[in-house]
Nanobody
Framework: QVQLLESGGGSVQAGGSLRLSCAASDYTSERACMAWFRQAPGKEREGVAALTTTINSYPYYADSVKGRFTISQDNARNTLYLQMNSLEPEDTAMYYC?????????????????????WGQGTQVTVSS
């Protein structure tokens, strides 16, 4: 059973930075589309960024985070990262890691929640003004 464990959330002031990590255990697929989503109170879960777990894969980002967030991976450690810079109060949310191990790469459907079969428990990010 695949397990995803997020960490790295916290409380920061606007303009600050955080680095989220998502450790994946017990997966057997050599290629997966892995993504970060977030959900603010009263809002739907939305895609933030996604990356296929292969070398030199193309990263996808939501327009709201382009230029501020960077998704990356460490395949040796089965870990996905999200570096978040220039944080804004609007970034406040619970951040979730999702994984699609069907073998399909991330593409234009990356932000669809339904393609991800596994989810972590989330890590809270709070940005104060």
């Amino acid at each position: 059973q695949v397990q995803l464990l997020e960490s790295g959330g916290g409380s920061v002031q606007a303009g600050g930075s955080l680095r989220l990590s998502c450790a994946a255990s017990d997966y057997t697929s050599e290629r997966a589309c892995m993504a970060w989503f977030r959900q603010a109170p009263g809002k739907e879960r939305e895609g933030v960024a996604a990356l296929t777990t292969t070398i030199n894969s193309y990263p996808y980002y939501a327009d709201s985070v382009k230029g501020r967030f960077t998704i990356s991976q460490d395949n040796a450690r089965n870990t996905l990262y999200l570096q978040m810079n220039s944080l804004e109060p609007e970034d406040t949310a619970m951040y979730y890691c999702g994984a699609d191990y069907s073998g399909f790469i991330c593409d234009g459907t990356w932000a669809r929640r339904g393609r991800y079969h596994y989810w972590g428990q989330g890590t809270q990010v709070t940005v104060s003004s």
